[in-house]
């Protein structure tokens, strides 16, 4: 798996160097099934859409280890909600947009009749532009809501799949649970391990034997939990801090010295040389550019 951090400082960069707008719906709509494995043969082979989607709520882990579906049913139908913890900095909206327009894109490739939400939730403020959304999606889309989700009728989530085939459904589903029963509880561990990075960064960098402690692991085990996903200590200090200080500049009671401190540098003028290089700008032009928005 690629690092969650990784991916949004892609994003990040690209909306650097050009107008992004329209890059979550381009993303989301090339997304195929062929490319999430027995996930997808089994999101093809349910018999019904709504089938399809209750297999990406219980099934997700096992491509991702940053997001959570829910199916909750509303008086309208049914939401398909799309959980992200983490600072909404703008590579986590780029990415929850292209989600939610994937999570359409792989819905119109099993469904016999054309798809489309009754309504697209986004927590987020709206771009500047929302044609290329409106235009994909097909319905309103609700900028500045409690959620991220996708709002389906009774009537679309009981369309029949193309390929839908009860029997390859209870082969792949055994198949299903059997990775499923395999993982390890990577998000649980990923979570307190940042959360108890971020608490330890006021008395400096930490160590991470002082960190496996806390979480009640050797280094060792500790260092190869984080392997096992793609991740070194390092890399999670690293986006822990980024994630600390981006949320603290959004808070205007904080000043660049206290930030500097609460993220585990010495000086003000390391974090503002280690700010720079993460996201191509000092913290005082970063929280200026927030505090516009």
Avoid at 31 to 44: I, T, V
Avoid at 251 to 258: K, P, Q, R, V
């Amino acid at each position: 798996m690629l690092p969650a951090e990784s991916y949004y400082g892609l994003l990040e960069r690209i909306a650097s160097q050009t107008d992004a707008t329209d890059l979550p719906i381009c993303v989301g709509a090339s997304m195929r099934l062929d490319e999430y494995g027995a996930l997808g043969l089994a999101f093809k082979a349910a018999t019904t859409l709504g089938g399809s989607f209750q297999r990406v709520e219980r099934y997700a882990r096992l491509w991702t280890g940053v997001v959570e579906y829910e199916l909750r049913a509303e008086p309208r139908g049914m939401l398909f909600i799309l959980h992200r913890s983490g600072y909404r900095r703008l590579g986590l909206r780029l990415s929850n947009e292209a989600t939610l327009a994937s999570a359409v894109s792989i819905a119109r490739q099993v469904c016999p009749v054309p798809v489309a939400p009754l309504e697209v939730l986004v927590q987020h403020p709206a771009p500047r532009s929302t044609a290329s959304h409106a235009d994909y999606f097909g319905c309103p889309i609700r900028f500045g809501a409690d959620l991220d989700a996708l709002l389906f009728s009774p009537e679309t989530l009981a369309q029949p799949n193309i390929l839908g085939d009860e029997g390859i459904s209870r082969y792949l589903i055994s198949h299903l649970d059997a990775e499923l029963a395999e993982i390890a509880e990577e998000a649980p561990l990923v979570a307190r391990a940042r959360d108890t990075i971020a608490q330890a960064l006021s008395e400096g960098m930490p160590r991470m034997a002082d960190i496996a402690r806390e979480l009640g692991l050797s280094a060792r085990s500790f260092h190869r939990r984080l392997s096992e996903h793609g991740m070194s200590f390092q890399t999670l200090t690293e986006a822990t801090r980024r994630d600390l200080a981006e949320g603290l500049l959004r808070d205007e009671s904080h000043s660049l010295a206290e930030i500097a401190f609460l993220t585990g540098f010495s000086e003000q003028s390391s974090f503002t040389r280690a700010f720079k290089r993460w996201v191509g700008m000092t913290p005082a032009s970063y929280r200026k550019g927030q505090m516009s928005r």
